[in-house]
Nanobody
Framework: QVQLVESGGGLVQAGDSLRLSCTAS????????MGWFRQAPGKEREFVAT????????YYSDSLNGRFTISRDNAKNTVYLQTNTLKPEDTAVYYC?????????????????WGQGTLVTVSS
């Protein structure tokens, strides 16, 4: 059974940082890309970042302006999202997702498994 479990969310102030983690089980982690998406209250889910199966290729939403970094540790079956200089508009539930192949995309339908999400709240 495939499981993706996110952690690391919380309530922070604007300008703070958080590192989100997502630990996977039930499949060969290193063979598939991983992605992070987020959904703010009242808004549609949006793409944040993706990383290839071997970690060599990353791709980010242009809206982040370099504030977030995705990484992975295949020995630990874990993908991370380092979020820096957080803004109130970053408030959302953050989801990790497992892709269908070695390379990820910005399209949610290209991901086959999803975690339950972790809430990030940024106060001004």
């Amino acid at each position: 059974q495939v499981q993706l479990v996110e952690s690391g969310g919380g309530l922070v102030q604007a300008g703070d940082s958080l590192r989100l983690s997502c630990t996977a089980s039930g499949y060969t982690f290193s063979r598939v890309a991983m992605g992070w998406f987020r959904q703010a209250p009242g808004k549609e889910r949006e793409f944040v970042a993706t990383i290839s199966g071997n970690g060599a290729i990353t791709y980010y939403s242009d809206s982040l302006n370099g504030r977030f970094t995705i990484s992975r540790d295949n020995a630990k079956n874990t993908v991370y999202l380092q979020t820096n200089t957080l803004k109130p508009e970053d408030t959302a539930v953050y989801y990790c997702a497992a892709g269908r192949g070695r390379f990820g995309t910005a399209i949610g339908n290209d991901y086959q498994y999803w975690g339950q999400g972790t809430l990030v709240t940024v106060s001004s």
